[in-house]
């Protein structure tokens, strides 16, 4: 019995080992076959019913989160800040023609003017940015402006202005540059943009936008009519507006979104095209303060600065002229020699042709203010000053013209005194009638003086 007692034993024992062995095997391989729980990706919850460790909060919670995409916050701006315009044509030392010129000794003279004033110089797009809503601009801004494309503003002007920091904008009409003479080269150009002098729009031409083939010389006239004959006005008025800016853009590779009108004249059509274009900003050359939101992005005002009337930029560095609400009533204190007003209605109108040799010459001049009945003087060019009538209630002016009329252009200038201030304005037509004297004398080459600069008149409305 003890041996069989102890057999029994050893083979209790034996398969007690045995399962524990097999027990413990499942266990292994249970281990290795189950499969691995996934790692929670950064910043994502656990999966339903898995336990949360402290090791897994604790990576939860170091892993980065995903940061949630915020603008910046807009600028705070001023909208008590304003700006002034200065537009120069040719700086140059003995020059003739006063009406665009001042000498280089007079330019670097006021930009010294302009900073003992306190004006801070800035570029046009930062104006621009202003109007946007996108950029400050100190309280008391200028920006500089030069027009046509004179090769002064490359020989002369540029180093009184790198003298000084100031950045500038210059405003070409295509067909002057690289006519030589006085003109600005597309290379010249090159190296201005180059250098971050801003380049935009004056037109194709300079022709008044309102009568296409005026106040030009002989040749632009002719090329102007051409393009009214094969385009159509509205075509040549699209080349104008519109092209010159695709030329601009295509030859020097920059954005133009600044104009200017040649003479500071308009109307709505000009206006219409303008808006088409693309444009952001369109000058004229009625002095005014400039703020954020007015005048209109398209009857933007600025000084034109000449040595015959240093009254402009005396007027500018006090920033009076036009105030802020523009040429179209606005205040009607105006500077020297500015444009009267946009809202002028003459006869003859801007720009028409008439047949009457002696036609009545009339104005009203209720836009141009307050005026002395004692100061008001009219002036026809070839006539001298006129004996014309002057009515304080109606604010009409009319003369009727007496000798017969043989010149194919005439001016008419209007000088006054509106509290205490000269103002003036003009208006130019044309002449077809009996005893027409006929020229073949081409006008002097190059820009035309910003002093002939128009109002812009709306047509007077036709009697039923």
């Not at 499969?35 to 909060?57: D, R």
């Not at 729009?201 to 004959?229: C, E, F, I, Q, W």
């Not at 001298?384 to 009538?389: E, F």
Request: net charge positive; aromatic share 8%; hydrophobic share 40%.
């Amino acid at each position: 019995m003890g041996l069989l007692n102890r057999k029994i034993a050893f083979i209790a024992l034996a398969a007690a080992l045995s399962l524990s062995g097999c027990n413990k095997i499942r266990s292994i391989a249970g281990k290795q076959a189950a499969p691995a729980t996934p790692k929670p990706a950064a910043g994502a919850p656990p999966a339903a019913g898995a336990p949360a460790t402290a090791a897994a909060a604790a990576a939860t919670s170091a892993a980065p989160t995903s940061p949630v995409s915020t603008p910046p916050p807009a600028p705070a701006i001023n909208k008590n800040a304003s700006a002034i315009v200065l537009c120069y044509h040719n700086i140059e030392d003995g020059s003739k023609m006063k009406a665009l010129t001042i000498s280089n000794a007079e330019f670097e003279k006021q930009l010294q003017a302009i900073k003992d004033n306190n004006f801070t110089v800035i570029g046009m797009q930062d104006f621009l940015a202003y109007r946007r809503g996108e950029k400050e601009i100190p309280a008391k801004s200028l920006v500089i402006t030069i027009d046509d494309g004179w090769v002064s503003g490359y020989t002369n002007a540029w180093p009184i202005l790198k003298k000084f920091g100031y950045p500038f904008t210059l405003f070409i009409y295509v067909n002057y540059i690289g006519t030589g003479g006085k003109s600005l080269s597309w290379e010249q150009l090159a190296e201005m943009r180059d250098a971050g002098v801003d380049i935009q729009s004056h037109t194709y031409s300079h022709s008044n936008l309102r009568a296409p083939g005026t106040a030009v010389d002989k040749r632009t006239h002719d090329l102007v009519m051409k393009d009214v004959a094969t385009l159509g006005q509205d075509g040549w008025l699209r080349k104008e507006v519109v092209e010159s800016k695709l030329v601009l853009e295509k030859q020097l590779g920059i954005r133009c979104n600044a104009f200017a009108y040649p003479f500071g004249i308009y109307n709505q059509k000009a206006r219409d095209m303008v808006k088409e274009a693309g444009y952001e900003a369109a000058f004229t050359v009625y002095g005014q303060q400039l703020h954020q939101s007015s005048p209109a992005f398209d009857l933007l005002g600025r000084y034109a600065v000449e040595a015959a009337k240093p009254q402009i930029f005396t007027d500018a560095m006090k920033m009076i002229g036009g105030g802020s609400g523009g040429p179209v009533g606005g205040p009607t204190s105006s500077v020297s020699a500015q444009i009267a007003a946009a809202s002028m209605v003459t006869r003859p109108m801007e720009g028409e042709t008439i047949t009457d040799p002696h036609p009545v010459i009339r104005a009203n001049l209720a836009t141009m203010g307050e005026l002395d009945p004692t100061s008001v003087l009219m002036r026809v060019s070839g006539l001298g000053q006129v004996k014309a009538k002057f009515d304080p209630a109606t604010k009409n002016i009319e003369y009727r013209v007496t000798e017969s009329m043989r010149d194919p252009t005439y001016t008419v200038i209007i000088n006054a005194k509106a509290g205490g201030k000269p103002v003036e304005t003009r208006w130019t037509f044309n002449y077809k009638g009996p005893g027409v004297m006929s020229t073949s004398t081409p006008a002097a080459a190059g820009p035309v003086s910003a002093a002939a600069a128009t109002p812009e008149i709306k047509p007077a409305k036709k009697k039923k």
